[in-house]
C-alpha cells in the first residue's frame, strides 16, 4: 500500500467507496438519459435531429483526450482536489448545457461537462486502488461498480419521461443536486492522495489529441456538410498526418505517451484493433436506436425510454455467463462468432417497423443487448490480459481512449449515413423510417468487418 494511504482518516476510508459510487452513476447516467430526448432537443435549437449528434460526440471526444492525463493530474496534485474539481466542472457544465439556447452554445457546454467527467471515474478508481488492499479490491469495486449498471438502466426511461413532464432541460438540471451533494461529500471524505508524479509526454499528448480531433471533426464535417468538404479534407488530412507523427515519435521517444511496445503483445494488439471496428457499429446504437423509435416508429419520449431499458438487462444477464462461456468456447471462436452475429443483428433492425407486436421489438431488443455485452466483455479481457505489469496501465489507458474514440467515430458515421439516405424526406407519417433501415443495414455490415480481425488470434487461444 503507498506510502500516502497513513493519512487516510477511518471516516474517509469508510465513505470512499460511496463516493467513486457516486461520480460512476453520474457519468453513466449521463451518457444515456440525453439521447431520448435529442429530438426534443433539436425542435427547441430549430435544428435537424440529424445534427445532433454534435453533442453527443463533443463529450465522448473530450473525455477521450483527458483520460490519458488523469493518473498524472491525480498524482501531481492529488486526488481530493482533482476530484472535486471533476464534480465541479460537470455540475457547472450541466447547468450550462441547461442554459444553452444555440446548438454550438450547447456543444461548448457539453465540452466543459466532458471535461469533469472524464475524471471523475479514474480519479476514483485510482483512490480506491491506493487506500484498499488486494484481497478487499473485489468487494469495494463490485459496489462501486453496481451504479455504473443503474445509470444505463433508467437514464432512457427518466430522460424520455422528464421531456415529456418538464422539458428537455431537466436532463441537464438533474445533475445539480447530486453534484451539489456529491462536492461537500467529497470535501470532507475524499483522501489526498499523491504519489512523486514521474514527466508527463506532453509532446506526445499534443500530437495524440490533435490526430484524434482532427480526424474526427474531419470525417463528421464529410458527412453533414457542416463545413465545407475543403476545411473537413484538411481536418482529415491534418489528423492522419498528426496521428502519423505520433506513431513515429514513439517509436524513438524514452517514455511517450503510450508506447509501441505494447503492440508486441499480439492479444493487446488484435484486442484494440478489433475493439476499433466493432463499436463503430455498436458504438452507434444507443445513439441512433432512441432517434429510430421517436422519428421512425412514432413514440412518444417516455415510450422510447422504457423501451430501451430491455437493451440493458440483456447486458446484465450476460455478464453472469461471461466466466463459464470464455473458458469452455475459447477467444477465437467466441469473438469471430459473436461479432457476426452482433453484426448480423444490427443489421437485422433493418426489418423492425410498426407492424411488429412491441412484445417482439422488446425481445429484439433484450438479445441485442446481450450479444453487445458478451462482445465488450470478451474483447476488453483478450485486450488487456497478456499485458506485463509494466505495461499493464498504460495498455489500460490506451484501450479506454480508443473505446471512446471508436464510439464518438461510430456516432458521426451513423448520422452521416441517416442524413444521406434521409435526404429529401420528410418527418412526418414514418418516413424516416427508409433511411434507419439502410442505415442500420450499412453499420451492421461494418461492425461485421472486425471478425476479420479476430481471425487473426492463434487458433488454441482459449
Not at 125 to 137: I, N, T
Not at 195 to 209: E, L, R, Y
Not at 256 to 269: D, G, I, Q, R
Not at 373 to 395: I, Y
Request: proline fraction near 4%; charge should be positive; include cysteine.
Amino acid at each position: 500500500m503507498p506510502d500516502s494511504t497513513h493519512m487516510v482518516t477511518p471516516a474517509q476510508r469508510k465513505w470512499l467507496p460511496l463516493l467513486t459510487a457516486v461520480g460512476f452513476f453520474m457519468q453513466t447516467l449521463d451518457g444515456t438519459i440525453l439521447n431520448t430526448a435529442l429530438p426534443s432537443m433539436a425542435e427547441t435549437l430549430g435544428e435537424s435531429p440529424l445534427q445532433m449528434q454534435s453533442v453527443i460526440i463533443a463529450y465522448m471526444l473530450t473525455v477521450a483526450l483527458l483520460i490519458p492525463a488523469s493518473g498524472w493530474l491525480a498524482d501531481r496534485f492529488g486526488t481530493r482536489r482533482i476530484y472535486l474539481a471533476a464534480i465541479l466542472l460537470f455540475t457547472l457544465g450541466s447547468l450550462a448545457c441547461a442554459a444553452s439556447n444555440t446548438l454550438p452554445m450547447l456543444v461548448a457546454a457539453r465540452v466543459l461537462q466532458g471535461i469533469g467527467g472524464a475524471l471523475l471515474m479514474p480519479v476514483g478508481r485510482l483512490a480506491v486502488l491506493r487506500v484498499y488492499s488486494k484481497h478487499e479490491l473485489l468487494r469495494v469495486m463490485s459496489f462501486v461498480t453496481i451504479p455504473g449498471l443503474v445509470g444505463p438502466l433508467i437514464g432512457p426511461a427518466l430522460g424520455g419521461w422528464l421531456v415529456e413532464v418538464a422539458s428537455w432541460h431537466w436532463v441537464f438540471l438533474i445533475n445539480l443536486p447530486v453534484g451539489i451533494v456529491g462536492f461537500i461529500a467529497s470535501w470532507h471524505f475524499m483522501p489526498d492522495l499523491r504519489q512523486g508524479t514521474a514527466k508527463f509526454d506532453w509532446q506526445g499528448f499534443v500530437m495524440f489529441s490533435a490526430g484524434m480531433v482532427l480526424v474526427s471533426v474531419g470525417l463528421q464535417g464529410l458527412g453533414e456538410h457542416s463545413i465545407s468538404t475543403g476545411w473537413a479534407l484538411f481536418a482529415l488530412l491534418f489528423g492522419l498526418a498528426a496521428m502519423a507523427s505520433y506513431w513515429l515519435y514513439a517509436a524513438t521517444a524514452k517514455e511517450p505517451l503510450f508506447s509501441l511496445a505494447l503492440f508486441k503483445t499480439s492479444t493487446f494488439a488484435i484486442g484494440v484493433w478489433g475493439n476499433l471496428f466493432a463499436r463503430l457499429g455498436s458504438g452507434a446504437m444507443p445513439f441512433l436506436t432512441p432517434l429510430f423509435l421517436q422519428l421512425g416508429l412514432g413514440f412518444s419520449p417516455s415510450k422510447a425510454g422504457m423501451t430501451m431499458i430491455p437493451t440493458v438487462l440483456g447486458a446484465m444477464l450476460t455478464k453472469t455467463l461471461v466466466n463459464k462461456l470464455i473458458p469452455r468456447i475459447g477467444y477465437r471462436r467466441i469473438l469471430i462468432g459473436n461479432t457476426l452475429a452482433l453484426g448480423a443483428m444490427i443489421a437485422s433492425f433493418y426489418f423492425i417497423d410498426n407492424q411488429l407486436p412491441y412484445e417482439v421489438l422488446l425481445g429484439w431488443l433484450m438479445v441485442f443487448g446481450a450479444i453487445n455485452s458478451l462482445q465488450f466483455s470478451a474483447m476488453n479481457t483478450l485486450t488487456l490480459q497478456d499485458l506485463s505489469a509494466e505495461h499493464a496501465s498504460s495498455g489500460n489507458g490506451l484501450l479506454s481512449v480508443v473505446m471512446q474514440l471508436s464510439m464518438s467515430l461510430g456516432v458521426a458515421i451513423a448520422a452521416s449515413l441517416l442524413g444521406l439516405f434521409s435526404a429529401g424526406l420528410s418527418a412526418s407519417n414514418g418516413q424516416w423510417l427508409g433511411g434507419f433501415h439502410l442505415t442500420y443495414l450499412c453499420i451492421g455490415l461494418m461492425s461485421m468487418l472486425a471478425a476479420l480481425i479476430f481471425a487473426q488470434l492463434a487458433r488454441d487461444k482459449g
